[in-house]
């Protein structure tokens, strides 16, 4: 789940990922209600299954069976704000009823690792990995990993990133039509992060092997699902740090 909007006095209407419908707007009628059947596991960021009634305007939920509520988001502030963020993030990169399995599956993986990061800093990596695997799955990611103007590979010094450009500029390329902003060396270096385990000791920066692989293909198929699926553990991702 996306998020939530009150409706009326007991509705709400939902904004929810699925895998192979997309991203859908559906409501939850009388879920605000003391003894409604439904609304303990309708909350944003959890993975819930969902069944639907076909409407006229919006689907109804008609049953829902909690997953993953993702505590460990809800017991930390600073996790829950990095949560919302990675929650938004795909709120606004995803089309209504477009198929997301890419998208979703990244989620999942981020909200996880969200609920098992160990500090701050664990939570920035995470967030920052997040956002490069999410432009890279829909069309924009920058190129990182050689100069977008000739393609040579990058040396350690001297490299600049220009947004208008695409990626990172080479000292022999860069010039003032592409207005890139010098880097520090540390800066371009790429870096992977291993979610095989979801946890603390799982995000350290290592170099990135030849055979760097994105993640496994879609969760299996279901009428309409918020649930998130385990990644492949021997996957890949590249972030940067």
């Not at 990995?129 to 799955?137: A, M, P, T, V």
């Not at 103007?149 to 990058?154: I, N, R, S, T």
């Not at 003032?176 to 995000?203: Q, V």
Request: hydrophobic share 40%; glycine share 10%.
């Amino acid at each position: 789940m996306l998020r939530g909007l009150d409706l009326g006095e007991a509705d709400r209407v939902l904004t929810v990922l699925t895998p192979h419908l997309g991203k859908l707007k559906v409501i939850a009628k009388g879920v605000r209600r003391p003894r409604s059947r439904i609304g303990g596991g309708l909350e944003p960021l959890g993975d819930v299954d969902l069944v639907l009634a076909i409407g006229r305007t919006f689907d109804i939920v008609t049953q829902s069976q909690l997953r993953d509520p993702h505590l460990g988001l809800r017991n930390d502030l600073h996790a829950t704000a990095a949560g919302w963020y990675l929650a938004d993030l795909a709120d606004r990169f995803c089309e209504e009823r477009a198929e997301s399995a890419a998208a979703f599956d990244l989620l999942g993986t981020g909200l996880a690792a969200l609920d098992h990061a160990p500090d701050n800093a664990a939570r920035e990596s995470v967030a920052r990995w997040y956002e490069l695997r999410l432009l890279e799955i829909m069309g924009y990611r920058p190129e990182l990993t050689v100069c977008i103007e000739c393609g040579a590979e990058l040396g350690p010094e001297g490299n600049g990133y220009g947004a208008t450009a695409g990626g990172v500029v080479g000292p022999e390329c860069d010039h003032a039509a592409l207005s890139a902003s010098t880097i520090s060396a540390d800066a371009s270096i790429p870096w992977t992060w291993t979610p095989a385990a979801c946890n603390g000791s799982a995000m350290r920066p290592v170099p990135i092997p030849s055979s760097s692989a994105g993640p496994s293909p879609a969760s299996e198929a279901r009428n309409a699902t918020g649930r998130a699926t385990s990644p492949n553990p021997g996957a890949w991702w590249y972030m940067s740090s």
